[in-house]
């Protein structure tokens, strides 16, 4: 049976209003409500869904990020996740954290609890990367199936479905592989209230990248961070002849 | 409508001009599928960017030059999407748009779509007239071209809709029971305006219906006959935020929600809230004095409107727009206003007190162990035990921090589950609870809200539950909570009772009626407010007939009257129950209130035919 680590990023959640900082160096994030990248939800049911089809042995959830990061991990573990590990990284250096450093810090965990499956999401929703299932393959030098819509495991490899531009491509890859997974994979489900209590009993282990030797230098510098225009207010049109007239106008028919 | 979707991808817009052609002059129904059937599946990924779009279309706001925003919207069907939507956006290599040049032009179809969208799937409903033929036409004076002119005069051509189509949504109720013919919207935008209005109504003797944002379920926002329609749409400015006294005064056609949104900026939130909050107004829910999701924590509206001003039947503008906490220099003569449903006079702004946005909120959503259905006539009480054992333990447990104590039971989950897609976040219960805290620090809110559950569940109250602190997690939750009313709409037609009982009775009404109708109802259903002891029953049937509906009424009413039960919780009465008012209210009470009416409205042109039974 396979090891399963998880990576799950804290993101500030999908239902709140983002707002720029007024000295445009990012966004507002203290106060603002947080939860796990949908994304990664997704990765977590996949891996819970292969515990239960007794795919998966162990199931191990990583976030890196201040302290609150932990909140993320709970959410896994009460999703059926069993153990966390919190790769603490704070301040400015968790502003300037990239992919890059992720997949190090991903790849180098892997090989520490001998994972078989690294399940990432495809991406994260605020800094929309999709980086770091692919550069934690090329650290590993381990296979890639990346947007997965569909995983089954066979003896020694695993087939993937995957959503491409022209439709869906099926892969199989060998073990140990990363995937990332892609919107229609799953539906991920509520945590229960059993689990939930349950939850509060697993072990979070804490570590920081200097212990698993990753360096985090930044390898950007954040310019300016701006609000997406505004979109210009509609027009009420009559009928539909003056909306295929307009229509005509504008040059889109 | 995905057919004519499918067809922009291949640019047949030919195509489309007739269909909406046929829809338009044929009415023929028909279900456009904007709209993913659920946040994670999109049909087609051109669909996915119909729906994308302005931030304000996403929640529901009315977004400008948007067809629909003279139009009730409850929470939008879009909302489902935001979850997907923002997952989205950026760089997925699925959700390419093939036609980039066209994605204006399919907004605006959106539009049109939602707007033709409005009578989805039904048949346009007979007038009220028709329908009620023992309700006649009162002696009022009908309009003609110089009373509109005059209108005309005062408020300008474009704030007088005239055209049948234009007000067609003007006539229409939310839940489509009722309809009138008015061919008269005025749209003031100050008290002045609405002064000269009523002046002018009072004197020729012109009746006025006064509208919100219509969303009212007893029939009371839409004339009977021709009334004139006065909207309080473009009435929507807000005067002043107090962020010390937590004091708003705005103008009667602020939306609710709009309302919020505004206030979370001060760190204030307003004190009620309600399914309807993308469309209702201010003012509609301070004229039905509305209850809504937090009324157990935040009290009614009797409480919290500190003040307002209102313009009398005769034109007068009556001040009383104090935001003091407290004064009691003589009669309250604000609570003429609030709760009679635009009778006595049209509120035209509110002082109101909004109380503190909470920094922590958690959500538990219940699944109930079985209970059994015990009817009334079988004399017996048990039954609803388990859930009344659950509500006295928050209500102890949680006390100060509990915000909402709500219930739902099996058909009305299902009703939502399959009419708008939402997932259900438990397997089938009986029924299900959605218990929510308020309050300013995380920790020890979190920390009360697991010792309630664990205890719950130690006792076996519970069969299932999931709680949550995440934003979105709990706004699915309430959506499935607050959609049910468009859910129902959406099932057939809707018998619809808002009662409250004595909370150890709370249920019983629903398998007294299941009982009573058999198989010739389609679903009976039963949800509500649970803490706050308000049931709301619904029934659908495939098409109204006269038949059912004496079958219903008075039963129910003698049902609740029987238990000692309110036969109007918070909806009102509206146009549809004055008769069954003496089911709760004295004879003496009844008199005094059309005593009022005399004295406030002596010519009785505000909202005839609504609230007070008739002379007999
Ligand atoms: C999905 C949904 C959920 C709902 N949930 C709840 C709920 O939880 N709790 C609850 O109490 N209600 C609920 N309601 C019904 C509720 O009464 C209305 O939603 C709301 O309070 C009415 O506001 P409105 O602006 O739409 O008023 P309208 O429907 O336009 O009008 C309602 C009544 O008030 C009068 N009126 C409106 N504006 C004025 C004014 N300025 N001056 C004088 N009279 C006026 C009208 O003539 C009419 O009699 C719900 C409705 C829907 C559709």
Known sequence: ?253 | MADILDSVSSVNLGEIHQTLYQCIYKRRPFQPRLTPTSPWNFPHPIVAHAVEGPEAVKRGLPAPGDHTSHLPKVSPPQQGTSRSARANQGSDPLIKDPLPCLRPSLRILNTLVNFLNCGEGKSINPFSQDRYPHVKRGDYTSLDADHLNFFRGLLGEGRVLTKPEDCEAYNVDWIKNVRGYSRCVLKPKTTEEVSGILAFCNERRIAVCPQGGNTGLVGGSVPVFDEVVLSTALMNEIISTNDTSGVLVCQAGCILESLDSHLANHGLMMPLDLGAKGSCHIGGNVSTNAGGLRLLRYGNLQGSVLGLEAVKANGEILDCLSTLKKDNTGYHLKHLFIGSEGTLGIVTKVAIQCPPKPKAVNLAFLGERKYIILTFTSNCVDSFETVLKIVRKAKRELSEILSSCEMMDELTMDVVVSHLKLKSPLPQHPFYMIIETHGSNENHDEEKMNTFLQNIMDEKLVLNGTATSEVSKMKNIWDIRERITEALDRDGYVFKYDISLPIQNFYSLVPAMQERLGTSAKRICGYGHLGDGNLHLNIIVGEFTQDILNKIEPFVYQFTSQLKGSISAEHGIGFRKPKYMHYSKSETSIRLMKELKVLMDPRGILNPYKVLPENK
């Open chain 1, 1 to 253: 049976m396979a090891r399963v680590l998880v990576g799950v990023k804290r993101v500030i959640d999908y239902a709140v209003k983002v707002r720029v900082k007024p000295d445009k160096t990012g966004v507002v994030t203290e106060g603002v409500k947080h939860s796990m990248n949908p994304f990664d939800e997704i990765a977590v049911e996949e891996a819970v869904r292969l515990k239960e089809k007794k795919v998966a042995s162990e199931i191990i959830a990583v976030s890196c990020g201040p302290p609150q990061a932990q909140e993320v991990i709970r959410t896994a573990l009460a999703m059926g996740v069993d153990k966390g590990i919190h790769v603490e990284v704070t301040g400015p250096e968790y502003e300037t954290l990239q992919p890059v450093h992720v997949s190090k810090i991903l790849a180098k965990i892997a090989q520490e609890e001998n994972a078989d499956i690294v399940i990432v999401g495809k991406q994260a929703i605020d800094d929309d990367c999709n980086q770091t299932a692919q550069m934690t393959a090329a650290v590993l030098n381990w296979p890639q199936a990346t947007f997965a819509s569909k995983i089954e495991k066979g003896d020694k490899e695993i087939t993937v479905t995957r959503e491409v531009d022209g439709g869906l491509e099926t892969i199989k890859c060998k073990l140990p592989a990363v995937i990332s997974a892609d919107l229609r994979l799953n539906e991920p489900r509520y945590a229960t209230l059993p689990n939930i209590m349950k939850a509060k009993k697993k072990p979070i282990k804490k570590v920081t990248p200097k212990d698993l030797g990753v360096d985090t230098t930044p390898r950007i510098q954040i310019v300016s961070v701006e609000d997406p225009p505004t979109r210009q207010a509609g027009v009420i049109l009559p009928d539909v002849d003056t909306l295929i007239g307009k229509l005509k106008e504008g040059g889109h028919i």
